[in-house]
């Protein structure tokens, strides 16, 4: 886990005067090209947020890296445009190699020296600024004996994961992406656990900034009657609905209060289902993970079960108060392109091999030479 750097409060572009000529002498900034950190060599796994607010500062130093005895480059990862080679803007391991020193600028959503800066190196530190919200992902260059030490560290600008920490859903990240929501009659965001709100910058505090007409549902039942009073005053026509809250595979919380198959479960899926069924033409979950393997599978499945349309995410979701994001390999999964257990099974044992091993792939760690 990476600790938390000392912050630095505004912008890091601070005036020195000369011993000589009294001039101003300018803090300089490293060179976007030098400063580009490829997405491909981020490794997925978990990471203690450094949280500041847009426009403030964090200064890395060697000392941050036990062992280092010298910082000798500092690079940055923003989030991501969504993948223009994809229709769901996601990202295969391969093209994520693809993005070099050369072509980033198509695809970062922030660029260095304009969105986010680092000042030279200078007494082994280097403070680093960023004004745009979002994750960013820092890497250290360090000095460690005779070797060359890279070390990841995740900086969140006034962001946040819509995932279930509290349920044991850990944080892993990797390279984000700017994400459109699907488009929706009715917008419904969790709003009852005291424990989100991390001073009005958790994920659902952000989520009611990016859709403020939407409705705040503390609990299972407040989404329910939200969704039916929507219908009853809408002609009673069928309608799409975004639900909004913290996830993990095959779960979504509302409030404090869960629907899932599992042993924390307040209402299972299928109980869901029944009780806004009637009402609904579609439903997507805004939320981390719900979609993720074999519980997501069921969930939506469930959901689906008289069909209507469902979608859910495989990957962590973070919301800003301007725009939602997901991992660059997150999926919108719609419950209809899920196979049924017997269509599995009529698979080639081969291609099953090699559909569990994409699976088990994950990003190198952090190389420790």
Known sequence: MCRLVRRVAGFVCVAVWSCLGGSAAWATFIDSNDLFLAPASVPVRIYNPIDIDPGNSVTFSSSEV???????????LPVLNPNPASTDGSYTRAQLGGINSGN????????????????????????????????????????????????????????????????????KVGPQRKITLPAVDLT??????????????????????????????KTIADVIKDIKDYYDSHGKKKFEVLIIGHGRPG????GTQRINNDADSTMTPAAFQAAVDQYVSSIHFGSCST?????????LKAIADSGPLV?????????????????????????????EPTAMATIPVGLIALLWASRRRRFPAPMMT
């Open 66 to 76: 036990p062992g280092a005895t010298a910082l000798v480059g500092m690079h940055i």
């Open 104 to 171: 980033y600028t198509g695809y970062y959503a922030f660029q260095p020296n304009a969105d986010y800066f680092a000042t030279t190196i200078s007494g082994n530190a280097s403070t680093a600024t960023f004004d745009k919200d979002g994750f960013y992902f820092v890497e250290l260059q360090t000095i460690k004996g005779k070797h060359l030490s890279n070390h990841v560290f995740l900086v969140a600008a006034d962001d946040a994961l819509a995932e279930d920490p509290a349920a044991g859903a850990k944080d």
């Open 188 to 217: 419904i965001i969790s709003d009852g656990d005291p424990n989100d709100d991390h001073g009005g910058k958790g994920a659902m505090a952000n989520a009611m900034k990016l859709f403020p007409t939407a409705m705040k549902a």
């Open 251 to 254: 779960s979504i919380k509302i």
């Open 291 to 299: 979609a993720a393997g074999a519980k997501g599978a069921a969930f």
């Open 311 to 339: 979608s859910a995410y495989n990957g962590a979701i973070t919301y800003t108060p301007t725009y939602a994001d997901a991992n660059a390999n997150a999926k919108q999964i719609v419950a209809s392109d899920v196979p």
